[in-house]
């Protein structure tokens, strides 16, 4: 069964802060990974994606991993902002037999950034 | 260059009715994915239309059901309302198989009394 894990559940940090969200999958076979930010009561918003063959993208201060070996993904923010307060969601696609992909959505990291 | 735009944005119905949520896919996407986000959850997949033909189905009873128009814009209802159908329901467009450049709307927000 195709599963995405994030942990932690929720983190509070200062402003100005560094923080780091994990996302462990086992979704098979494997497509693409994006990370998503989805603040209170909107759509999500697509962060990065990043295939098998990628093991680092960045927007802006966002940057994400990949480890596709222990099928292990990061996303750190840098130098935190109020506005990052938001829920981020790890989404994995895998490919179907016959073509299209299927994804798998994480329960989110609720992230609250405080001054 | 109109992103996904999806009405109502609010909704509340009674348990045992029907509802009609629209949603219009951004500029240039021809399919259009549904998704159920529960209070505190992810999203879960409903399902997907491509070429007005439903090409996916998650594990949602047959109370949930969808159509695609010729301009690709797509209705999902939802018979005989249960309570645990209140949910933020999404609508993602994307074109053809390049669901990696999925696009999401505001959401519909459906409170079920």
């Known amino acids: 069964k195709n599963q995405v894990e994030q942990s932690p559940q929720s983190l509070i940090i200062l402003e100005g802060k560094n923080c780091t969200l994990q996302c462990n999958y086992t979704v098979s076979p494997f497509s693409n990974l994006r990370w998503y930010k989805q603040d209170t009561g909107r759509g999500p918003v697509s962060l990065t994606i990043m295939t098998f063959s990628e093991n680092t993208k960045s927007n802006g201060r966002y940057t994400a991993t990949l480890d596709a070996d222990t099928k292990q993904s990061s996303l750190h923010i840098t130098a935190s902002q109020l506005s990052d307060s938001a829920s981020y969601i790890c989404v994995v696609s895998a490919g179907l037999t016959g073509g299209g992909n299927k994804l798998t959505f994480g329960t989110g990291t609720q992230l609250k950034v405080e001054l | ?113």
């Open chain 2, 1 to 113: 260059d109109a992103g996904v735009t999806q009405s109502p944005t609010h909704l509340i119905k009674t348990r045992g009715q029907q509802v009609t949520l629209r949603c219009s896919p951004k500029s240039g996407h021809d399919t259009v994915s549904w998704y159920q986000q529960a209070l505190g959850q992810g999203p879960q997949f409903i399902f997907q239309y491509y070429e007005e033909e439903e090409r996916q189905r998650g594990n949602f009873p047959d109370r949930f059901s969808g159509h695609q128009f010729p301009n690709y814009s797509s209705e999902l209802n939802v018979n005989a309302l249960l309570l645990g159908d209140s949910a933020l329901y999404l609508c993602a467009s994307s074109f053809g198989d390049r669901d990696y450049e999925q696009y999401f709307g505001p959401g519909t927000r459906l409170t079920v009394t």
